[in-house]
């Protein structure tokens, strides 16, 4: 009986020979580290070292998220990835009236560079590389950092790191968004320009099929969205009079794992073949560094479960298995206890151990691309990308990523995929264990990590403290400043960061960029 997978496409019982009559390995493979880069971005891959083993976190205020890095640190993380609260990421101050009830909540609240000194306090921003998951004010987060290594007596070309920036998949799927897609897209090339010449070793956008999937997107659909949107922020970088060899190798992705192995690894390999032969043959990119599709990957989030969630164990491992069998570049393992509450100080150990012992104790690390030449990962590989290139080839045809969104294309086609895999588990033909067989009749109590609600109250003294203290005209002179780039064509990266380094707010500075742009209302909100 022939299966099908998480994309719709068949997987037959059993692969022989004939699945790959005609197939010429030299172009569908190469060699790990060479174009068409199926087999990875590097000849060595993980046998010269691993992955970047990051795990994401931030919650309540920047004290508490600076002593959990500090302790993940300690523990053998070699990567930061920050989470922001909804307030931040939506450019909102803790004091704002929409923020009620938000802060600390889902992140770490940032205000200003107050905040960001304490986040980053003891922290050697020369030797940690941070990832920050932040999008519609991913340039001010960024240039707070800037600002905090400055303080630290560290030069802007020794950091490493990435911020999300991926404003388009908000629109599409995650809802965080702040200003519309057009000058949206302006301010991501504004950051493009701005990192090449101040840090340029800083990794300017993580384009992240990961909320899409999330949401419910097919990995067909994941990586087809993705990628058309990394064609949108080319475009745009090119059409702002960049050279495509200048940004394109600090361009990086972001995408889910399943439990699904198999199909998991062929939409990985899929992806960088897709987009090594779009760089090279759409933007005729000369670089081998522009082709070669960099990705992190965290674990499927919504896979996991609050029911008995210490089998989320078992799933975070087969979904970590997947993503290094797959090639990632940098990992994060959710903890077990995420589908019910931020993750304990336990929790979040375990789930690096399990990156540690994939690494450590495993043989997955002994040889690159291990799936290589399978009949069954071959043909699979090719099943997800022609799907996803035709998924692609219809969101040209709406004439590109932003009008396809202005048309609803990506959200409807996830919507429905989504509803596909609600009826799937509600009629018990996907299995989800512990849901909807192999449930208890009774579950076992479990102690969450709980937010103190008091965090508001105190970032709002701190706020109040912080406009007393500060130079308003120095911040309303900056702040105007900001205005007229805003409004006419100069990079807004240098006001901006003029106007952080004055201690205007988050919220703040962007009012300002709202007072000249204006925000996005989705067209289906009327």
């Known amino acids: 009986m022939t299966r099908r997978s998480e994309s719709g496409l068949p997987i037959e019982p059993v692969y022989g020979p004939d699945a790959l009559a005609g197939w010429d390995p030299d172009e569908k493979l190469g060699e790990p580290g060479q174009y068409p880069f199926t087999r990875g971005v590097h000849p060595s891959m993980y046998t010269g070292r691993p992955w970047t ?5 931030g919650f309540g205020t920047a004290v508490e998220s600076n002593a959990r890095y500090k302790q993940l640190i300690a523990d053998g993380t070699m990567g930061l990835s920050v989470a922001f609260d909804l307030p931040t990421q939506m450019g909102h101050d803790s004091d704002a009236p929409i923020a009620h009830g938000e802060v600390g909540k889902v992140g770490v609240a940032i205000d200003s560079v107050d905040d960001m000194r304490i986040l980053f306090g003891g922290i050697p921003l020369d ?4 990832s920050m998951t932040i999008n ?35 629109y599409i799927a995650r809802g965080t968004y702040i200003f519309p897609p057009r000058p949206s897209l302006r301010l991501i090339a504004d950051i493009f320009q701005y990192c090449r010449a101040e840090i340029p070793k800083w990794n300017t956008i993580s384009i992240s099929g990961y ?3 999330e949401a419910g997107a097919s990995p067909a659909q994941e990586i087809a969205f993705t990628l058309a949107n990394g064609i949108e922020y080319v475009r745009t970088a090119v059409a702002a009079g960049m050279d495509v060899d200048d940004f394109a190798p600090r361009l990086s992705f972001f995408f889910v794992s399943r439990t699904t192995i198999l199909e998991e690894v062929a939409k990985f390999r899929a992806a960088r073949r897709i987009w090594a032969r779009v760089m090279k043959e759409e933007f005729g990119a000369k670089n081998p560094r522009s082709l070669m599709l960099r990705f992190h990957t965290q674990t499927a989030g919504v896979q996991l479960t609050a029911q008995q969630p210490e089998v989320n164990l078992v799933r975070v491992a087969v979904q970590g298995l997947a993503a290094v069998l797959g090639g990632t570049q940098s990992l994060h393992t959710n ?23 994939l690494a450590h104790e495993t043989d997955v690390t002994a040889t690159a691309d291990p799936f290589a030449g399978s009949y069954v990962v071959e043909t699979m590989t090719d099943d997800v990308e022609a799907a996803a290139v035709g998924l692609m080839a219809k969101v040209e045809d709406l004439g590109g990523a932003v009008n396809a969104i202005e048309h609803g294309y990506q959200k409807n086609e996830i919507e429905r995929s989504a509803y596909r895999i609600a009826q799937e588990t509600d009629s018990g033909e996907r299995v989800v264990v512990g849901v909807n067989r192999f449930a208890l009749d009774e579950e076992e109590p479990y102690e969450p990590l709980r937010v103190d609600p008091s965090i508001e109250a105190r970032q709002a003294e701190r706020l109040a403290k912080l ?10 002179s900056a702040l105007e400043d900001l205005r007229k780039a805003a409004a006419g064509t100069d990079n807004v990266l240098y006001p901006m960061k003029a106007a952080l380094a004055a201690r205007a707010t988050v919220g703040e500075v ?15 909100a009327f």
């Open 53 to 57: 083993m990051r795990q994401y976190a």
């Open 510 to 524: 962007c009012d300002a960029l709202r007072e000249v742009w204006g925000s996005y209302v989705p067209a289906d």
């Open 127 to 130: 030797r940690v590389s941070t």
């Open 136 to 170: 519609a004010p991913a340039a001010l987060l960024l240039l707070l950092y800037q600002l905090v290594a400055q303080e630290q007596g560290v030069p802007a070309d020794r950091l490493t790191g990435t911020i999300q920036n991926d404003v388009l998949k908000e």
């Open 211 to 213: 909320h899409m999937a």
């Open 335 to 357: 903890s077990f206890d995420e589908a019910i509450a931020l993750p304990t100080d336990k929790s979040a150990r375990l789930a690096l151990r399990t990156q540690q012992v």
């Open 467 to 476: 406009r007393a203290e500060r130079d308003q005209r120095a911040v309303d």
